[in-house]
């Protein structure tokens, strides 16, 4: 079964407008989220992650929001640039797992100029 | 720095044939290792993890094995290629003992033919 999931394939965004690509989970065990950046034929990119503990963290232009209540996080990208252009994976892993990582399904992001 | 690496970078098999892929990781010692698929179009599914030597699990029932003859090299091994094993397959790594953000390989691209 998905436990991470990610239910907008793509999103286009014009360049320096605000980027949010969201995903949804249904085991309430996971305490840690990811979010990857991938181009295509390469390995995917560590952008940013939060702690259960958390409800946000930010790192430059990204930021990831997690409210565990609804089971939701989204990644924020602002101002969204022509290199952020990808596939957007979130994850998310559950304690004692070693580590494991659950992968949603990807979005794939189209900053236009 | 740690770095990890994959090769070859693209495999074409003809069904029935053999398989073998390898990762290495430099940079670091005992680290548990990850082995994943992304199929064309999909998110990534973990196929196998290791948290150490001759310590490998399995995630999904298949047609592959793999191997982890040294601390820092993890091998992906099929006797018989299927045509559904065609993919991107990439390695990834993390410090053992916690929760830790994986870092990925570069992958391979394999098609069965």
């Known amino acids: 079964d998905q436990q991470v999931k990610q239910n907008s394939p793509s999103l286009s965004v014009q360049e320096g407008r605000i980027s949010i690509l969201n995903c949804d989970y249904t085991?309430?065990?996971?305490?840690?989220f990811l979010w990857y950046k991938k181009y295509p034929a390469e390995g995917p990119t560590f952008l940013i992650s939060?702690?259960?503990?958390?409800d946000k963290n930010e790192d430059g232009r990204f930021t990831v929001f997690l409210n565990k209540s609804a089971k939701h996080l989204s990644l924020h990208i602002v101002p969204s640039q022509p290199g952020d252009s990808a596939v957007y994976f979130c994850?998310?892993?559950?304690?004692?797992?070693?580590?494991?990582?659950?992968f949603g399904a990807g979005t794939q992001v189209v900053v236009t100029p | 720095s740690q770095t990890i690496h994959q090769w070859p970078a693209t495999l074409v098999q003809p069904v029935g044939s053999p398989l073998s892929l390898e990762c290495t990781v430099e940079?670091?010692?005992?680290?548990?290792l990850y082995w994943y698929r992304q199929a064309a179009g999909r998110g990534l599914q973990l196929l196998f993890y290791?948290?150490?030597?001759?310590?490998i699990s399995s995630e999904v029932p298949q047609n592959l094995s793999a191997s982890r003859p040294q601390d820092r090299q993890f091998i992906l091994s099929s006797k018989k290629l299927l045509l559904s094993d065609s993919g991107f397959y990439l390695c990834?790594?993390?410090?053992?003992?916690?929760?830790?953000?994986?870092?990925f390989g570069p992958g391979t691209r394999l098609l069965v033919l």
């Open positions: 940079g670091t010692s005992n680290p548990n």
């Open positions: 990834a790594w993390n410090l053992a003992g916690g929760v830790e953000t994986q870092y």
């Open positions: 085991n309430s065990m996971f305490d840690y």
């Open positions: 290791s948290i150490g030597i001759d310590q």
């Open positions: 994850a998310a892993s559950e304690g004692g797992s070693w580590g494991k990582l659950q």
């Open positions: 939060i702690s259960s503990i958390k």
